[in-house]
């Protein structure tokens, strides 16, 4: 299991490279995350073959993705309990979930704990529209500034430092 999950993170690596290296603009720019979101999604679709990949995707199938009550809420929200993944790996039919990634510019600075929370809901097995691997991404206007990995509803330390190590090895992490 280990080696399919890091698997599909050196997928999101080579996205992450693609990226960085045809994205120069909007990074210098400091464009909005929804723009540098959706342009990494564009490079994660040439790396998830046979996969849908979305931003803002709140289904499952026809039902909304919705926190459990008394957890936070997304600012994203119409209706006060649906939950907004940044970008998702996914098949829309079936259903069938792998990746959500939830993505930080380095210059913003609210509290992590938001986008913390919503991995640890999209990857809790328990909740009906888990996904197999989350990771919360920051993005430095020249690398990957942090990134860690959930797997399971808690993130998992192990993947997380492999995560960085893969990142660092492609030129892609600060330092």
Known sequence: MQAEMQSELDKLVGALGVFYARETHLLEKDLGERTLTHRLAVHLE?????????????RLGERRLRLPKGSIVSTDDDIGKSIYPDIVVHRRTVPENLLAVEVRKATNHQPLEHDRHKLRALTDPHLWFAYRIGVLLVLGRKNVIASEVYIGGVIDQPLSGWLAGRLGDAGLAAG
């Open 46 to 58: 040439s790396q998830f073959g046979g996969w849908d990949v979305d931003c803002d995707y709140n």
